[in-house]
């Protein structure tokens, strides 16, 4: 992302935690390549990236609905229960069953 792109520093910080999330959720799931050039050591690797995940789900939280609806999904993409664009969660409920 070009620096300056995202003038809402606010909404910049939120994508920075989404970017930072997704980074060390890949990097759980295979840290083969960081043990094989001695990147991690001798510390407990999993431990501090699981703590760091669960500081950025943290920080993410309250926002995480607001995120989610500002990418403007259509009801035909979003395979939820919760509802659809214009709240009828009853009507989405049955067309799920």
């Known amino acids: 992302m070009i620096s300056g792109y995202v003038k809402c520093l606010v909404l910049r910080k939120h994508l920075t935690n989404l970017c930072l999330l997704y980074g060390l ?7 083969l390549s960081c043990f094989e050039c001695g990147y991690f050591g001798g510390q407990n690797p999993k431990e501090q990236i699981l703590l760091a995940i669960k500081h950025l789900l943290r920080e993410i939280r309250p926002y995480a609905l607001s995120l989610i609806e500002a990418i403007g999904l259509r009801d035909e993409q979003l395979m939820s229960a919760i509802g659809n664009s214009y709240g009828d969660i009853y009507e989405k409920h049955l067309e799920l069953a």
Not at 25 to 31: P, R
């Open 25 to 31: 959720t890949m990097l759980q799931n295979d840290m």
